[in-house]
Structures are given as C-alpha cells and as structure tokens.
C-alpha cells in the first residue's frame, strides 16, 4: 500500500486566496483525521471523519476551514478566504478500526502551507 | 480535560547511550497511550502503542510503559544511534467510538551524536 497520499505537498499563496488540500486514505480505512501543526500550538485535530461522514469538527478553528469526504477514498480541507495565521503544516491520517484498543493513525507526509 | 506533557522538549546525547523519554498526562482514564516519532519534513510513524491494561510493551531498542495511576509513560531507547534522531510524540487516546480523539504531547526533539 502506498500508505496516505496528500497533495500539494507544499503551498503558497496569498492572502484572501482560497486554498484545497487533498487527501487519500489508505484503500480499507474508515477514519480519516485531519491535524494542523504549528510551532505555538503543536498538533491540533481539525476535523475526523467515520465512514464518510463527520463525526467532530470542534477542532475546525472558525467558518473559513471545511472539509469534505465526498466517498472512501478521498477528503479535501479548504480555506476560504485564507490568511497568514493559517500558515502551518497540515496532516492527513487514517485509521482501520478506531474501536479497537490496538488501533493505530497513519499519517501522510503533510501539507506545508504558507500564506503570505 | 486531559492534557499531556513532555519532557524535556529537546535532549542531546553521545551515541551508544541509553536514554528515556517522559511522558505524562493529566487524567488516568485513558484508553491507550502511543509514541510516534516524527522526521523533520515527514509526518508521524507510530512506533508503540499501550493499552490501558497493559505496563509494557518493546519493539527493537525500544520500550514503552504505562502508568496509568501516576499519569506516566517512558520510551526508554537502548544503545542510541544517530538513525534515532527525531521528534518523539506521546498521544493519549480517550474512548473508543464517538470520543475518538487523540490528545498530544509536545514532543521531545532527540538529537544523537555521532
């Protein structure tokens, strides 16, 4: 398996610009995490979906952040409009049975985004 | 609400050492505990994971335990090596099902000289 696949793997942009970042769990996971990582705050869960459909996004900092998982397959995180805050390094993960005590997180190589 | 500490947040030493990572957390009602490890620009491997009903658990060099009644865990690494450099993040897993959520220490950042 190819492992969490995420792209862009880097992403600048301006300010007020809207940004997508993508991610592909791995083939049979049915959790998929969305992190943000920053120096100040570390690592934050955004959002986490289970079969599809969100099960918690308090993470979500405010309106500007959504995330989808149209199917299994694949999440997109967006930020409209984005802003110099939201400059940080963005992590997809996915886990095969959240229920077991035994159950693990793979991570994706993250998004590194900056937001001029 | 459960938080997790780590320290120190950063550690230097000679290869071939052996050292430990601490690790505590705020509330004993935990369902597992694991260390990751993160490579600069990668994201996080998981290494150990500790249920809450076991003490111990050992991979290789490396050998996790879990106090649940003082709020401690250690990752204990044998003979260090300069492969061994890398941030080191503990998470604490509170229930299963609907409370899945893993709550985060800050790292500790291990830098091993050759």
């Not at chain 1, 049979?28 to 289970?50: C, K, P, S, V």
């Not at chain 2, 120190?8 to 004993?28: I, K, Q, R, W, Y």
């Not at chain 2, 061994?84 to 985060?104: K, M, P």
Request: charged share 20%; with cysteine.
């Amino acid at each position: 398996d190819a492992g969490v696949i995420q792209s862009p793997r880097h992403e600048v942009t301006e300010m007020g610009q809207e940004v997508t970042l993508r991610c592909k769990p791995i083939s049979g996971h049915d959790y998929l995490f969305w992190y943000r990582q920053t120096m100040m705050r570390g690592l934050e869960l955004l959002i986490y979906f289970n079969n599809n459909v969100p099960i918690d996004d308090s993470g979500m900092p405010e309106d500007r952040f959504s995330a989808k998982m149209p199917n299994a397959s694949f999440s997109t995180l967006k930020i409209q409009p984005s802003e110099p805050r939201d400059s940080a390094v963005y992590f997809c993960a996915s886990s095969e049975l959240a229920g077991a005590s035994t159950d693990t997180q793979y991570f994706g190589p993250g998004t590194r985004l900056t937001v001029l | 609400k459960q938080e997790v500490t780590q320290i120190p947040a950063a550690l230097s030493v000679p290869e071939g050492e052996n050292l430990v990572l601490n690790c505590s957390f705020t509330d004993s009602a935990i369902y597992n505990l694991q260390w990751f490890r993160q490579d600069p620009g990668k994201g996080l491997t998981s290494l150990l994971l500790i249920q809450s009903s076991q003490r111990e658990q050992t991979s290789g060099r490396l050998n996790a335990s879990l106090d649940k009644s003082s709020g401690r865990s250690t990752l204990y690494i044998a003979a260090s090596q300069p492969g061994d450099s890398a941030t080191y993040l503990c998470a604490v897993r509170l229930g299963r099902d609907s409370n899945y959520q893993l709550i985060w220490g800050a790292g500790t950042k291990l830098i091993i000289k050759p």
